[in-house]
């Protein structure tokens, strides 16, 4: 493996884009065992962030983490921009999930893959139907994970997150994998592995 991977991961909560991370991330670490991994995910950091309790930031978080409601744009940059600021270089494989959430977010993480030279840039896009994804989230029965919320979290992706992915196979130098994101958890990783040549 010659160029270091970046890899964007894009589907609806409850498709299993951090598991596929972490699938991804002990393949590259096997396959190329000389470069480090940097796995972003805004997610974990957002409910890091509240479980620190330190001021009204984090008890803001906190206190509206288990709602569903979509945490600020600042605070999303603010997360995957200091983790690049202080784990990426350009030889570092780069994962991605939980951001671009909007196509002007998507924007503002133009600069930062221009400036650490992240070319080219793989889309994996799992497609997951509504009704799949919607009994997951109520399975894995987490706090936040209310039928309200859950309706709400799928009217966002619907509207403001579907965008992104359109907006990245018009994008030069990106590479769109649409994954069928109804595969049992091996099969997604197969597929993925298969899409970036890892197979």
Known sequence: MNAPLSVIFIGPQGSGKGTQIDKLDAVLTAHD???????IQTGRRFRAMAAQSEGYTEEHV????????????????HLWS??????????????IDGFPRTVPEAIVLESALSFYNRKPLHIIN???P???VRARMLDRARPDDTPESIEARLTWYR???????NYYRERAS??????DGIDSIDGVHQQICRALDLT
Request: charged share 25%; no cysteine.
């Open 33 to 39: 065992p000389t470069r480090r991994v940097v796995d």
């Open 82 to 95: 200091d983790a690049m600021r202080t784990h990426l270089d350009d030889t570092n494989h780069l994962l």
């Open 159 to 165: 509207t403001e997150t579907l965008p992104v992915v």
């Open 126 to 128: 799992l497609e997951t």
């Open 130 to 132: 509504e009704t799949v």
């Open 174 to 179: 990106t590479i769109v994998h649409d994954i």
């Open 62 to 77: 906190k206190e509206t983490l288990d709602t569903g409601i979509l945490q600020p744009l600042f605070l999303s940059v």
